[in-house]
């Protein structure tokens, strides 16, 4: 019952909605016995009239009346009431995927490091199905059940206590072992949704990878995996159904007993004349009417325990904390058009990092940057060159150290000023469905469309944008499947130039293309470049060479450090190594080529 609490908690400021809604219920509960106690004077106007005394039998005509007009009037009020019922719901789950979604979007990306997007997305919509289809049933089935039991069990009382207090005993009785079923139920449904979320999971990604599926020939792979997950699900659901199903026949066939003893009672001292016949068919009507909030009560049960294990994940989620926030009264990062070029406008001072305790990425690194330099980041592969780029982003935090930028430590300006100030061009472009256009706007959402085609000028783009048959608006599908590499490259580094930030980091932003799509691509890098300071990260070295200092990392520490030509002189150093290494691979046969590559984990 405590994530029921936590649903009604968290939807409360629609109480309003909830108060327009339970009134209708409340009337409907109350109409609803009007026809049963109408049956009543009925059934004994008509004994009156058989047995000869004196009847008003247009009395009939008017009950029959009355009858009628309440049963249009529940009609009304029903359709009126499912409609309010359907607005509500569709504002919940607006409010509800806004809430999550904007949550999840705040939260650092340790956390999407940690977790499988397809599981995030399958949590999101199996939480607001559960929360709407509960507040929907609380509405349409709870309340007016409980209403209708208490409403007959308190009229059943003027007529016969003992029915009264059988039939108000029967309902704790009858949740007791309803209670039993649910908890029979609920023991394999977290199981479920864990197995639900991987194999959901797996899903999202085979999809997104779909062409590294069929290159791999992996189709039956993929879905002999996703049918083993079934199938375990299966197993589950079955038994979870057959142990839910005992418990419901045994509390149905204890429901029927109990309620014939009920009507043979009623029938017996009918017979008896202790109840009249106008008495005797209320009273089954007043039981009848008992007995389907008690039948129901297996299905309100399970609705509850479905939405308690359905939104568990979900409130989960809205539970995760941000690690990575902003420090109270935190400023805005202010970076100068023209700062002063004697002082640093980068510096990591005695940085140390870790991912997993006790395993140190980064040990002691301190670097400077000057505005408007060009540093290179070189090393093997893992040895933290990205991570200098996390920490810079500040998508995570260091243990040691402190990042300023501009002399200002990074920690205590807003995450927002300090990302609008850095662009960055990654290794993978990532690009959005949708259109040109709308992915370099991206960078700067109040663009002009003069200002985008001057960034696609700028990032050697806008030749191949021109050719296409709807040019900018020309759709480039999920990822921008519809692009090559280099065009997609080119859409990244214009949605960069746009941008206009005066920090560029270029995460490998050449190392995926071939020859010719690097010299086109390094074209615009060139000019997003332009007066703007910037980390370069990059394993083909010729991508490098025009960098102002070049950091070479080992084993997460600085190992040199310098120009080029200042690094080429040690020839025991790991940079001239690696120029080396390059220049030979380009002469070697592939068998030699792969020798020479296992001495250094690199891209070559």
């Known amino acids: 019952m405590q994530s029921i609490f936590k649903i009604i908690s968290f939807t409360k400021h629609l109480w309003k909605w909830y108060i327009f809604m339970a009134s209708f219920v409340v009337l409907t509960s109350l109409l609803s016995l009007v026809s049963p106690i109408l049956s009543k004077q009925i059934v004994d106007l008509i004994v ?36 309010i019922g359907d607005m509500l719901s569709v504002k919940l789950q607006t409010y509800l995927s806004q809430k999550f979604y904007n949550h999840v979007l705040s939260l650092n990306i340790g956390f999407y490091d940690n977790e499988i997007t397809g599981k995030i997305i399958n949590k999101m919509y199996r939480g607001i199905t559960s929360i709407t289809e509960f507040i929907q049933s609380m509405f349409n089935n709870f309340l007016p059940f409980f209403l209708t039991a208490l409403i007959t069990i308190i009229l059943l009382a003027h007529y016969s206590f003992f029915i009264s207090i059988f039939l108000a005993l029967l309902f704790p009785a009858y949740i007791v072992i309803s209670h039993k079923s649910t908890q029979a139920w609920g023991k394999y449904e977290a199981e479920k949704n864990t197995l639900n979320d991987l194999s959901q999971g797996r899903v999202f990604e085979s999809l997104l990878g779909i062409r590294v599926v069929k290159a791999f020939v992996a189709e039956m792979h993929e879905l002999t995996s996703f049918l083993q997950t079934r199938k375990k699900i299966e197993s589950l659901a079955i038994a979870q159904t057959k142990e839910w199903h005992f418990y419901d026949f045994t509390r149905r066939l204890c429901l029927n007993i109990i309620l014939f003893s009920i009507f043979t009672y009623i029938v017996y001292w009918t017979y008896n004349r202790r109840f009249t016949l106008g008495e ?4 089954l009507q007043l039981v009848n009417q008992a007995r389907f909030p008690l039948f129901a009560m297996s299905f309100i049960l399970g609705q509850i325990q479905q939405a308690g294990a359905g939104s568990a994940d979900f409130f989960k989620v809205l539970g995760t904390n941000n690690k990575i926030l902003d420090r109270p009264g935190a400023k805005s990062l202010s970076i100068p058009k023209l700062p002063k070029v004697q002082k640093p406008l980068i510096e990591f001072q005695n940085i140390s990092f870790e991912y997993d305790k006790g395993k140190y990425v980064l040990k002691d690194i301190s670097l400077k940057v000057s505005p408007f330099e060009k540093l290179a980041l070189v090393g093997e592969s893992g040895q933290g060159k990205s991570t200098i780029v996390n920490l810079l982003l500040r998508y995570y935090e260091p243990q040691k150290g402190e990042i300023l930028i501009n002399n200002q430590n990074i920690a205590g300006v807003t995450q927002r000023s300090l990302h609008d ?11 959005f469905s949708g259109s040109i256009m709308e992915n370099i706007r991206y960078g700067k959402p109040t663009a002009t469309k003069e200002e985008i085609v001057d960034a696609a000028k700028a990032a050697n783009a806008h030749e191949f944008i021109e050719e296409l048959p709807d040019k900018y608006e020309s759709l480039i599908g999920e990822r921008g499947v519809k692009l090559s590499g280099g065009q997609k490259q080119r859409v990244a580094i214009a949605r960069a130039i746009l941008k206009n930030a005066p920090v560029i980091i270029l995460d490998e932003a050449t190392s995926s293309l071939d020859s010719k799509s690097e010299i086109q691509v390094q074209k615009g890098l060139d000019r997003l470049l332009q007066n703007r300071t910037s980390i370069i990260i990059a394993h083909r070295l010729s991508t490098i060479s025009g960098a102002d200092h070049i950091l070479v990392l080992e084993k997460g520490r600085v190992s040199q450090y310098g120009t080029s030509a200042e690094l080429l002189k040690d020839k025991t150093g790991l940079y001239a190594q690696l120029v080396m290494l390059q220049q030979q691979l380009t002469k070697l046969p592939e068998e030699e080529k792969a020798k020479k590559l296992q001495e250094f984990d690199l891209v070559a």
């Open 48 to 83: 009156s009239q058989i047995s000869g005394k004196s009847a008003d039998f247009s009395r009939f005509f008017f009950f029959l009346a009355i009858i009628i007009v309440s049963d249009i009037f529940i009609t009304i009020l029903t359709a009126f009431s499912q409609w």
């Open 280 to 283: 005797m068919t209320l009273l």
């Open 421 to 431: 100030n850095i662009a960055v061009v990654f290794q993978e472009s990532l690009l």
